[in-house]
């Protein structure tokens, strides 16, 4: 039996699967490679049975709340960058950029917290790649009513 790699006995420590990127809704493609960069399109939050996790954060959702709908978010990010990698996520040098869209009410100023729960789960599970230059913006609505959108920028080898 082959030793599983250093990133897979990470994501198997913190009892996470990945799965495959789910297909596009709209007029764009879920990741595009150039050179060695890779833009991942921005992610939905998504609740464990699939759904999406609607919501406010400031109205009907709180912060720690907001931060597990981040940290879901970083899961099927790295999903589908897996796809991106050719499978082998052993191939990533660096998460480089982060940008977080949070659905927020005007007077809502946490979304930097919120987004932590995308941030500190790529960082757990990538060391010192891990580590990226971020953006977190509030926002008045996301596609499906997602109460967090985000999207990555990976180096690869």
Same mark, same amino acid.
Not at 12 to 20: V, Y
Not at 43 to 70: F, M, N, R
Not at 78 to 99: F, H, N, P, Y
């Given at each position: ?18 799965? #495959? ?9 879920? $990741? ?5 960069? +890779? ?8 609740? #464990?049975? /699939?759904?999406? $996790? ?32 050719? /499978?082998?996520?052993?191939? +990533? ?23 932590? /729960?995308?941030?500190?789960?790529? &960082?757990?599970?990538? &060391?010192?790649? /891990? ?7 509030? +926002? ?15 180096? +690869?080898?």
């Amino acid at each position: 039996m082959s030793e599983l790699k250093p990133i897979y006995q990470k994501l198997q420590s913190l009892d996470i699967t990945l799965a #495959p990127p789910a297909a596009p809704v709209a007029a764009y493609v879920m $990741w595009v490679r150039t050179g060695n960069l +890779v833009f991942i399109s921005g992610h939905i939050a998504k609740k #464990p049975d /699939g759904s999406v $996790w609607a919501g406010q954060l400031g109205k009907d959702i709180d912060t720690l709340e907001g931060q597990q709908a981040a940290r879901a978010i970083a899961i099927d990010l790295m999903g589908t960058l897996q796809e991106a990698c050719g /499978g082998d996520l052993s191939t +990533v040098k660096r998460i480089v950029k982060v940008m977080s869209l949070v659905n927020s009410t005007p007077d809502y100023t946490d979304q930097h917290l919120v987004t932590n /729960g995308c941030s500190e789960l790529l &960082g757990e599970v990538f &060391g010192e790649a /891990g580590v990226h230059a971020r953006s977190a913006f509030g +926002v008045a609505q996301i596609p499906r009513g997602a109460c967090v959108e985000i999207e990555l920028i990976a180096e +690869v080898a």
